[in-house]
């Protein structure tokens, strides 16, 4: 079988890479020449350069492939041109089933996220059909993805055969840039996370959404959307996790929400206004942590057979990995 994936050069696109070589697949990623290579070292895959904003290099990448594997995204909580994240998620999304489209392809599978899906107020778990709306996303990371999504299902109006899955919050190696989530890792490592604020989130294996990816392909319904998570945890627990793998001291103090916002609107002014670099805390990113972004996956496990490995397993592994990479001295 020859599959397409975009974004294989990133974190979970590089082990749905390993996933699918391990099926005996022959794969293909698109990239731009600017790329980091790194997790695809060694691999047997065939590179095509392109953009998701070239459709003529989208259709070229697609030629003869049955599967695609649409994982790219602009994965930034601070841009400072906003706009460069609806040309690659919303513009980009849309050119790559335009191309899938012209070329026949038998399955698509849309890499969205939990970010664009809707919250309960309460904090209990939220699924699959929990109503949302634009006016429920903060900042354009989330509204990009979730005008993203928008575009998929027209398109699978239209007949394209399309499977959703909406990663939560993957953990363990291979974390180049690192992600959000890795870089809180990397600076509890660092000693640096001296306090928590009352969040949550839903982690899940690296390897096992990759693994969801292949899944939702194989067993996946076309037009359903799949919750690709696994554990919800407060920040605190997942602090107090890191500490029974490293010995390092968790957190004891809670911050306010309204103290982590004060401070985050400081530091982004100082650095975005003053300094023109990249804020060390997004105000994006602080704003999210006013809800607990806790989902139910028993529809993937259910329906896929989601794998559901020790959460533990996977922060052993992203610990291990940063430290061997030079993340943490």
Not at 137 to 144: A, D, F, T, V, W
Not at 189 to 200: A, P, S, W
Request: aromatic share 8%; with cysteine; hydrophobic share 40%.
């Amino acid at each position: 079988m020859n599959v397409l994936v975009t974004g294989g050069t990133g974190f979970v696109g590089s082990h749905l890479v390993r996933g699918l070589l391990e099926r005996g697949a022959t794969v293909r990623c698109l990239a731009r020449r600017r790329s980091r290579f790194d997790n695809l070292k060694d691999l047997p895959i065939e590179i095509v350069y392109g953009d998701l904003r070239a459709a003529e290099s989208l259709r070229v990448a697609m030629k003869d492939c049955q599967t695609v594997y649409h994982c790219a995204a602009d994965y930034r909580l601070y841009a400072k041109d906003p706009q460069e994240l609806y040309a690659a998620n919303v513009d980009g999304t849309r050119n790559l089933m335009q191309a899938a489209w012209d070329e026949g392809v038998e399955r698509v599978v849309y890499t969205s996220t939990v970010g664009a899906l809707g919250l309960h107020r309460d904090g209990t778990p939220a699924d699959e059909k929990t109503p949302v709306t634009i006016d429920d996303m903060i900042g354009h990371y989330k509204r990009s993805k979730f005008l993203a999504e928008r575009e998929v299902e027209n398109w699978i109006a239209r007949g394209l055969p399309v499977v959703i899955v909406n990663p939560s919050t993957p953990v363990g190696e291979l974390d180049l840039k690192p992600t959000p989530t890795g870089k809180i890792i990397v600076d509890f490592l660092r000693g640096k996370m001296f306090g928590f604020v009352e969040t949550g989130m839903n982690l899940i294996d690296v390897k096992d959404c990759a693994e969801g990816h292949i899944l939702a392909a194989e067993r996946g319904t076309i037009g359903e959307k799949y919750i690709l998570g696994h554990r919800n945890l407060t920040l605190k627990e997942i602090f107090d996790a890191l500490s029974n793998l490293t010995g390092i001291k968790s957190p004891t103090f809670s911050v306010p929400q309204w103290v982590a916002e004060s401070y985050a609107r400081m530091e982004n002014f100082w650095s975005i206004r003053l300094r023109q670099r990249e804020p060390f805390a997004p105000l994006e990113s602080v704003r999210m942590a006013r809800h607990k972004m806790w989902f139910d996956s028993s529809k993937a496990v259910r329906e896929l057979g989601l794998p559901q490995n020790p959460i533990e397993d996977a922060l052993q592994r992203a610990i291990v990995w940063f430290q061997a990479h030079g993340y943490v001295d």
